[in-house]
Nanobody, 125 residues
Framework: QVRLVESGGGLVQAGGSLRLSCAAS????????MGWFRQAPGKTREFVAA????????YYADSVKGRFTISRDNAKDTIFLQMNRLKPEDTAIYYC??????????????????WGRGTQVTVAS
């Protein structure tokens, strides 16, 4: 089993920045990729960013490209999401996810095996 714990959410003004962290614990010896998804009230969960564990290849949703940066610290089994130039439409619960197996569908929630409980990000206009 793998446990994922997110932190770093909060309330910020539009144009501001936040940095989310996600620490993995448990059986983390086999990780293909980790990612961030978000879910706003009344909407489905959507892909934000992902990073492959060995090569550090990154992927982003078009809506956050150029504003958000995903990174990893392999030694600490932790990933980060630096969010800059935040907009009110970025308001959502942000979930960390972990995939054990390879998938080219990095944007699909079904490609991930484990999920954190989420952290709230609220961007005030």
């Amino acid at each position: 089993q793998v446990r994922l714990v997110e932190s770093g959410g909060g309330l910020v003004q539009a144009g501001g920045s936040l940095r989310l962290s996600c620490a993995a614990s448990g059986r983390t010896s086999s990780v293909y990729a980790m990612g961030w998804f978000r879910q706003a009230p009344g909407k489905t969960r959507e892909f934000v960013a992902a990073i492959t564990w060995s090569l550090g290849r990154t992927y982003y949703a078009d809506s956050v490209k150029g504003r958000f940066t995903i990174s990893r610290d392999n030694a600490k089994d932790t990933i980060f999401l630096q969010m800059n130039r935040l907009k009110p439409e970025d308001t959502a619960i942000y979930y960390c996810s972990l995939a054990i197996y390879y998938s080219d569908r990095y944007y699909a929630p079904g490609a991930y095996n484990y999920w954190g409980r989420g952290t709230q990000v609220t961007v005030a206009s």
